[in-house]
């Protein structure tokens, strides 16, 4: 089955500073891979997506993610942290042998400080 | 609405009762999933439908575990006999997947407790 993982339980990064979230894949066949945001208090929030196309995909709130599929990665970078990016994050693919249903990865609880 | 409903918001039972919760996708869209979230789970699969094909039910932990979506729309997810491990935030989602990289709309859960 189709998977993602994400490494880290929590990142901590100082405002300012630029911030990774990591997320692997593992799938067969070409991957399609998702970033969501779950904001306190707020529902999960579409970040961005790879279909196909430039390796770097761009998205909301000034957000980005390098596919690499040699390291079989699509982390989530963001080159100046905000306060307001503290927040639970999570990486997604889609399993097309099962339908195209999405699977989740666990999360990563990012927190910026001033 | 414009966006995905779910009812109740919060709902606290007993063990061993019966619960249902509600998800009104937005509408027009095609697929509709459930999940659950728990406090270090992330968020756990339970069923997903699409169209008129047969419910993906794989991810459903139990038979006490079930869903319907009627006439293509409203959804709900039926706990049976309650345990306090059903505890979580379940969460309804639906997209408009008419093609390959539809993006999801989540509601804002459900919190069921199970005393």
């Known amino acids: 089955a189709q998977s993602v993982a994400q490494p880290e339980d929590q990142v901590n990064v100082a405002e300012g500073n630029p911030l990774t979230v990591k997320c692997t894949y593992s799938?067969?066949?070409?991957?399609?891979l998702f970033w969501y945001v779950q904001y306190p208090n707020r529902g999960l929030q579409f970040l961005l997506k790879?279909?196909?196309?430039?390796?770097l995909v761009k998205g909301s709130y000034g957000f980005e993610a390098e596919f690499n599929k040699s390291q079989t990665s699509f982390h989530l970078k963001k080159p100046s942290a905000l306060v307001s990016d503290s927040a639970l994050y999570f990486c997604?693919?889609?399993?097309?042998?099962?339908?195209?249903?999405?699977?989740f990865g666990q999360g990563t609880e990012l927190s910026v400080k001033p | 609405g414009a966006g995905v409903s779910q009812s109740p918001s919060n709902k606290v039972t007993e063990k061993g009762k019966d619960v249902e919760l509600r998800c009104d996708p937005i509408?027009?869209?095609?697929?509709l999933y459930w999940y659950r979230q728990s406090l270090g789970q992330g968020l756990e699969f339970l069923i997903y439908?699409?169209?008129?094909?047969?419910?993906?039910k794989s991810g459903l932990p139990s038979d006490r575990f079930s869903a319907e979506r009627t006439g293509g729309s409203v959804s709900t997810l039926t706990i049976q006999r309650t345990q306090q491990e059903d505890s979580a935030v379940y969460l309804c989602?639906?997209?408009?997947?008419?093609?390959?990289?539809?993006?999801?709309?989540f509601g804002s859960g459900t919190q069921l407790s199970v005393l």
């Open positions: 790879y279909i196909t196309g430039d390796n």
């Open positions: 997604a693919v889609r399993d097309w042998n099962q339908g195209g249903k999405l699977i």
């Open positions: 439908f699409q169209g008129n094909s047969a419910p993906d």
């Open positions: 509408s027009g869209h095609t697929a």
């Open positions: 799938v067969s066949g070409n991957p399609y």
């Open positions: 989602a639906s997209s408009f997947q008419k093609g390959t990289n539809e993006k999801l709309f």
